[in-house]
Nanobody, 111 residues
């Protein structure tokens, strides 16, 4: 069965960095686009970044230049490197493959 397991969240000060990982299993990872979404309290879930099977990336305007999505098909893992974090980046971050969601990992940016 498809499983997506996120890790790497935590508490970080404004301006800091975190790297999220999403370990995938149960499907041919290299054949699918992968995405990161986030949901802040009281807000709708929003797309943060996506990476196609061929490595083409897309980003929300709010994270362009600060976040980088990447994938390692040998390790069946997708990453989200987050730099210059802001308090408004605070949210639960979810890994997504079509029809499947991970459980989420909490990112809190606060001094």
């Amino acid at each position: 069965q498809v499983q997506l397991v996120e890790s790497g969240g935590g508490l970080v000060q404004p301006g800091g960095s975190l790297r999220l990982s999403c370990a995938a299993s149960g499907f041919t990872f290299s054949s699918y686009s992968m995405n990161w979404y986030r949901q802040a309290p009281g807000k709708e879930r929003e797309l943060v970044a996506g990476i196609s099977r061929n490595g083409v990336t897309t980003y929300a305007d709010s994270v362009k230049g600060r976040f980088t999505i990447s994938r390692d098909n040998a390790e069946n893992t997708v990453y989200l490197q987050m730099n210059s974090l802001k308090p408004e980046d605070t949210a639960v971050y979810y890994c997504y493959r079509i029809n499947y969601w991970g459980q989420g990992t909490q990112v809190t940016v606060s001094s």
